[in-house]
C-alpha cells in the first residue's frame, strides 16, 4: 500500500530539547515536503527536497533543519524548539516526473512546553 | 511559482451541486492542475488533476479553460461529509493557498 509514514503522531516536549521527527515514503517518489499547519491557518511549507542530497527551504524554515541521504526519509529536525513551533506537522511526497497526486502523512501535533 | 486564489469559504445544502475556483493566472506550461480536500487535524488528500478541458472521476470533475489561467472543481450532490477545505494546487512543489473551507447543511 502506497503511504507516507510520520512518527511520531503526538510529542509533548520542553523548550531547548532536540527532537527529530520522521517521515517514511514507500512510492519512491523523488520529491519530498514538510509544512506546518496552524489553527485556521493553511500548511505552510517548511522545506522541501527535490531528491537526494537537494533539499531548500520553503516559506517558514526559520528554527527547522532537514537531511535527504536516501530516497525514502525525509526527516525534520529541531535543534531548539521553542513555544511558537507547537503546531500540526505533516510530510508529503510526490513523483514530479510523472505528474501524479501527492501523498500526505497523518500528521504529527508536536507541543512545546 | 504559480499562486491560486480562491473563495475562502462557502455555503451549501446537502444535494446540491457546489463549484469551486481556483485563478492560477501565472501557470507555467508543464504545470498541472490538482484538487486535494483536507479534513480537520488530517493530512490532505486526492481528489483530482487536470491538465486542460475537463476531468472526471468518481468523486469530482475538473473544468480548465483554454487559456488555463483558471479552474473549476465541481462536487455533484454534495453531502455532510464534503464538509472540508478544498485546496487547488499548480506544479510540483506542492504551495498551498488558503484553500476554500465548505460546509454543508441539511
Known amino acids: 500500500e502506497a503511504q507516507v509514514t510520520q512518527n511520531p503522531r503526538y510529542l509533548i516536549t520542553v523548550t531547548g530539547k532536540k527532537l527529530t521527527v520522521t517521515c517514511s515514503q514507500n512510492m519512491n517518489h523523488e520529491y519530498m515536503s514538510w509544512y506546518r499547519q496552524d489553527p485556521g491557518l493553511g500548511l505552510r511549507q517548511i522545506y522541501y527536497?527535490?531528491?537526494?542530497?537537494?533539499?531548500d527551504k520553503g516559506d517558514v524554515p526559520e528554527g527547522y533543519k532537514v537531511s535527504r541521504k536516501e530516497k525514502r526519509n525525509f526527516p525534520l529536525i529541531l535543534e531548539s524548539p521553542s513555544p511558537n513551533q507547537t503546531s500540526l506537522y505533516f510530510c508529503?511526497?510526490?513523483?514530479?516526473?510523472?505528474?501524479?497526486?501527492?501523498?500526505f502523512g497523518q500528521g504529527t501535533r508536536l507541543t512545546v512546553v | 511559482l504559480a499562486k491560486t486564489t480562491q473563495p475562502i469559504s462557502m455555503d451549501s445544502y446537502e444535494g446540491q451541486e457546489v463549484n469551486i475556483t481556483c485563478s492560477h493566472n501565472n501557470i507555467a506550461t508543464n504545470d498541472y492542475i490538482t484538487w486535494y480536500q483536507q479534513f480537520p487535524s488530517q493530512g490532505p488528500r486526492f481528489i483530482i488533476q487536470?491538465?486542460?478541458t475537463k476531468v472526471t472521476n468518481e468523486v469530482a470533475s475538473l473544468f480548465i479553460p483554454a487559456d488555463r489561467k483558471s479552474s473549476t472543481l465541481s462536487l455533484p450532490r454534495v453531502s455532510l461529509s464534503d464538509t472540508a477545505v478544498y485546496y487547488c494546487?499548480?506544479?510540483?512543489?506542492?504551495?498551498f493557498g488558503t484553500g476554500t473551507r465548505l460546509q454543508v447543511f441539511p
Open positions: 508529503a511526497s510526490s513523483s514530479y516526473s510523472e505528474n501524479t497526486e501527492a501523498f
Open positions: 487536470g491538465y486542460k
Open positions: 494546487l499548480v506544479g510540483v512543489k506542492l504551495i
Open positions: 527536497s527535490m531528491n537526494v542530497e537537494v533539499t
